[in-house]
């Protein structure tokens, strides 16, 4: 999730603008980069539908949005009630605000800053999507290197010792040619043992 702001793009209806506010922080994208079409909400689903499906997701439709409980990002589509009895139309009748958590909770509603913190739970929410990937196949993450000490059952911690190849030294050997003269040095003899002076016991 990131941080938006109210698109100022006065075609398209503030429910259009507070939805792709909230659809822009669920993505991570820009809202400047979000396809925001110069219609009603109903029709901008659709667009947006197609532009989603291109990076592999898809907008899903909340069936019982007032009981519905989900620890995940999920966009609300909240009646004003403050507005709604002088509103010209469906679209500005209604806000639009994310919630997430378990219990869920407002946590960005970019039309009505008031409704943040609220639990969903009391409010009267008309609709509500959910941004989830078309590919539901789990893909196996990659393990980190541990750099932690073990212990062994006896004696001093250790660490994890590298894996690698041992490669031995060779001492280099001199390839004799034809013409190459070795000459033997004889070795030294061993020094001898000093003669007595004289016998033991005699004056």
């Known amino acids: 999730m990131i941080d938006t702001e109210l698109p100022s793009a006065p075609p398209a209806s503030a429910l259009t603008r ?10 991570e994208v820009p809202v400047t980069e979000l396809p925001l079409p110069d219609t009603e909400l109903k029709q ?4 947006w539908r197609t532009w989603l499906a291109e990076h592999g997701s898809g907008l899903v ?6 009981r519905f409980q989900w620890a995940g990002w999920w966009i609300a589509v909240v009646e004003h009630q403050g ?3 002088t509103a010209a139309s469906q679209d500005e009748a209604e806000v639009a605000a994310l919630a997430f958590g378990t219990p869920s909770g407002i946590v960005l509603s970019p039309q009505t800053p008031t409704l943040l913190g609220c639990a969903t739970a009391d409010l009267p929410i008309i609709a509500a999507y959910a941004v989830a990937s078309l590919d539901p196949v789990l893909r196996p993450v990659p393990a980190p290197a541990s750099s932690e000490m073990r212990v062994p059952s006896k004696g001093w ?3 994890p010792r590298p894996k690698y190849r041992c490669s031995c030294w060779t001492p280099h050997r001199p390839t004799l040619g034809a013409d190459s003269t070795v000459t033997a040095t004889p070795p030294a003899p ?3 043992a000093p003669e007595p002076t004289g ?3 005699t004056t």
């Open 18 to 27: 507070g939805f792709a506010a909230c659809l822009a922080s669920v993505t």
């Open 44 to 47: 901008a689903l659709g667009a």
């Open 61 to 66: 439709p909340i069936a019982d949005p007032t």
């Open 83 to 85: 507005v709604a009895e």
């Open 157 to 159: 911690p250790s660490r």
């Open 190 to 192: 061993a020094p001898s």
């Open 199 to 201: 016998a033991p016991g």
